[in-house]
């Protein structure tokens, strides 16, 4: 996989994870730093967006400091997977959903912008797909998300 | 749930931003001033709500979000523990701070079917490696673990970064 990518790639994704510059033109900025310019940059990034390597540039807010969020989970019998998942998916209100081995095999999340908006959310799903929303809430976080650590090999 | 009341700290012109970049910023020369272009704010106003949100925490990061799967992290294990209440933040620091968790947390129990109180997310190349790392887990937590499972993500459904908006737009559907 990795040979696909520059060592100028390679560099930016473990430079750049966090502390992406806020600059007016900050790949002109990262350009600076990394001594290349400024279309090369933007080429690489491109470059990786197109391969499928960069999900999105983009920032990430703190757990419960921007609206409400929880994590949910529900328990589907095999037959009524594919529908029930469909369901879900098309709430704008679901971020995240996820098939998973186990009895409880859907998980998802919910945002809203307020408390009472995810109990709508949640009202609304159980409506519509007739199975009981079990909610995991955060209660504490113990690591800081600074991004993730590929192993390159 | 996390947060019961509206947050104060935050304007609805930074609401409307945070909706605007949500997707990702453009690879443009000037990515913000694009994004500022879309919500009437000049490219200065963008930058600095946007480096206010950093600097009070609203914001942890800006930054590329790498696709893991892409990168050959295809397997992706959500390892839950059931452990002693009295220790679990001791142990919640522990675990959080090693290299293959990407995630870390307290949730409620749903006892007694679900007696899982701690979460962390395991991600590696293969199962057998995701294992490795769960008995690694497994050896930190010693006898204040009780029962552990794995839950492996079979599918991706859906995923997309932060969905907000206002309360009162519509509920559904895209």
Known sequence: ?153 | MNNPVPVPELDEIDEALIRATQSGLPITSTPYGDIGLGIGLSPDEVEQRLQRMLDIGVIRRIGIIPNHYQFGYRANGMSVWDIDDDRIDEMGETIGALDFVSHCYRRPRHLPEWPFNLFAMVHGTSRDIVEAHVAEIRKILGDTVHDHRILYSRRILKKTGLRWRKSKERKCCE
Not at chain 1, 34 to 56: C, H, P, Q, T, W
């Open chain 1, 1 to 153: 996989m990795q040979e696909r990518l520059s060592p100028t790639q390679q560099q930016l994704i473990e430079a750049f994870q966090r502390g992406f510059p806020t600059t007016s033109r900050p790949f002109a900025t990262i350009a600076e730093q990394i001594g290349s310019d400024e279309g090369s940059v933007m080429a690489a990034f491109a470059d990786l967006k197109n391969k499928g390597y960069l999900a999105r540039i983009g920032a990430t807010y703190a757990t419960g400091r921007v609206g409400a969020s929880t994590l949910a989970a529900m328990e589907v019998p095999q037959s009524e997977l594919e529908k029930v998942a469909e369901k879900i998916s098309r709430f704008t209100e679901i971020n995240h959903n996820y098939e998973r081995e186990d009895k409880l095999n859907l998980w998802f999340v919910i945002t809203g912008a307020t408390r009472n908006d995810l109990v709508r959310t949640v009202e609304a799903i159980e409506a519509e797909t007739g199975h009981t929303v079990h909610l995991m809430p955060m209660i504490e976080h113990y690591r800081l998300d600074l991004g993730f650590n590929l192993q390159w090999n």
